[in-house]
């Protein structure tokens, strides 16, 4: 079960398309990426995403493995980044995120060390 949600959530997350992945979350989700500032809210996290989807072409998510503790989840991927230049970067990133009892996410949080993303 937990593969499977695991899959959905990058799935569309690799979909580059900011409004279906805010239809995972609660409206007063919040989104920390790095050590960016938490966002809040579906609309912001939206304009988030768009901004930092900007500085990118593309990338895709490869699960290594994931856990479910209680209503969290964690999840090791290797993201391959597809760069402005076409050149395509890989790095390890963590994510964790938080659902309600009706499967909506309220909290997500990326661990990652983008610097080869932008390396020149």
Do not use: C
């Not at 609309?43 to 209680?70: K, M, Y």
């Amino acid at each position: 079960m937990t593969d499977d949600v695991v899959r959905r959530v990058f799935e569309i997350v690799d979909s580059f398309d900011p409004d279906e992945f805010v239809q995972l979350l609660a409206e007063d989700a919040t989104l920390v990426f790095g050590n960016a500032e938490p966002m809040v809210g579906r609309e912001t996290i939206a304009a988030g995403l768009r901004a930092f989807f900007s500085t990118i072409a593309g990338l895709r998510h490869r699960v290594v493995r994931n856990w479910r503790v209680d209503a969290d989840i964690i999840a090791e991927t290797e993201v391959t980044y597809r760069r402005l230049d076409g050149k395509e970067a890989s790095v390890v990133a963590v994510s964790i995120w938080h659902t309600r009892d009706d499967g909506l996410i309220t909290d997500y949080r990326v661990f990652v060390d983008l610097a080869p993303v932008y390396a020149a």
